[in-house]
């Protein structure tokens, strides 16, 4: 099945910096990438996915690049505030089969410091 | 407020107690998913219903059982419970079933078993 690495674990900004946070899948057949936010004891909100037929997506201060090919894809953040300090996942889901099962990778702590 | 709705927030039982948590999806969603968060495993996959039937199966323990009713709703039942089955478990919903289907979490319900 689909395995998602993501990296880093954690990432500490100071304000108004960049953020990327990267991920790679094992099945090349994937063809959806969602990225959700998660602030502490709430629930996973998507900010941003991506399907397979696009390279990049943008959405204002976010965006999300797919590489097919090397089977990785990378969220950015620029202008980086305070309020966006939460976990971030990344995932993906398994291969079109009449389902649709999102593999999670195990998430990045970001920090964004005034 | 992503419109899907879970009781209850909170649960706290004894080991080898039988709970149920509960879930109504976005209005017009026909698939209801759940996931299982806890400290050192993350976002696990559970479970995925479409229309009432069960369309496809993570890392559910036998010990765990789901359904979905006819008005769309569903259950999960965790039954013989463990100390590590103390979680977050969240429940999704999406219009479709297939791969690329947006989802969106619910609120969560944590599990606390004592």
């Known amino acids: 099945g689909e395995n998602v690495e993501q990296h880093p674990s954690t990432l500490s900004v100071q304000e108004g910096d960049s953020a990327v946070i990267k991920c790679t899948y094992s099945d090349s057949a994937s063809n959806y990438f969602p990225w959700y936010k998660q602030e502490l004891g709430k629930r996973p909100q998507l900010i941003i996915d991506i399907r397979s037929n696009v390279g990049e997506k943008k959405d204002q201060r976010i965006a999300v690049t797919l590489n097919k090919t090397a089977k990785h894809f990378s969220l950015h953040i620029t202008e980086t505030q305070p309020e966006d300090s939460a976990v971030y996942f990344c995932?993906?889901?398994?291969?079109?089969?009449?389902?649709?099962?999102?593999?999670f990778g195990a998430g990045t702590r970001l920090a964004v410091h005034p | 407020d992503s419109g899907v709705t879970q009781t209850p927030k909170h649960l706290i039982t004894a080991t080898g107690q039988r709970v149920t948590l509960r879930c109504s999806p976005r209005?017009?969603?026909?698939?209801v998913y759940w996931y299982q968060q806890s400290l050192d495993q993350g976002l696990q996959f559970l479970i995925q219903y479409y229309n009432g039937e069960e369309r496809a199966k993570g890392n559910i323990l036998e010990r765990f059982s789901a359904q979905q009713f006819p008005d769309l709703h569903s259950e999960l039942n965790l039954s013989s419970l463990e100390l590590g089955d103390s979680a977050l478990y969240f429940c999704a919903s999406s219009p479709g079933s297939g791969g690329t289907d947006t989802q969106y979490f619910g609120p969560g319900t944590r599990l606390t078993v004592l």
């Open positions: 995932a993906a889901s398994e291969p079109p089969g009449g389902y649709n099962k999102l593999i």
């Open positions: 209005s017009g969603d026909l698939s």
